[in-house]
């Protein structure tokens, strides 16, 4: 099973910029679609971003879409969520998540999830 570990979160103004990391152990990395999840206080778990194995598709949910990008190094097992244009209702923990295609992910069919890591936007 892979084992997945978010970083990167924190506290930044509505308008500002961060971005997330994941790294994931294991030698298979590539094969796998990952994708970003979030969760607000007292909301349901939500889909955010994913990307296929290669890199060469992502998809986004329609909140996010134009401002987060998705992308990943397959060398360092890392994939990344830039979340640009914060707002405060992008607050939330994020979720990193893997699956057997990007479609699947997207579809709440993980594999793995990380432990996550805060995301906190101030007006």
């Known amino acids: 099973q892979v084992q997945l570990v978010e970083s990167g979160g924190g506290l930044v103004q509505a308008g500002g910029s961060l971005r997330l990391s994941c790294a994931a152990s294991g030698r298979t990395f590539s094969i796998y679609a990952m994708g970003w999840f979030r969760q607000a206080p007292g909301k349901e778990r939500e889909f955010v971003a994913a990307?296929?194995?290669?890199?060469?598709?992502?998809y986004f949910a329609d909140s996010v879409k134009g401002r987060f990008t998705i992308s990943r190094d397959n060398a360092k097992n890392t994939v990344y969520l830039q979340m640009n244009s914060l707002k405060p209702e992008d607050t939330a923990v994020y979720y990193c998540?893997?699956?057997?295609?990007?479609?699947?992910?997207?579809?709440?069919?993980?594999?793995?999830w990380g432990q996550g890591t805060q995301v906190t936007v101030s007006s």
């Open positions: 990307i296929t194995g290669s890199g060469g598709s992502s």
């Open positions: 998540a893997t699956g057997s295609s990007a479609w699947a992910v997207a579809g709440d069919k993980v594999a793995s």
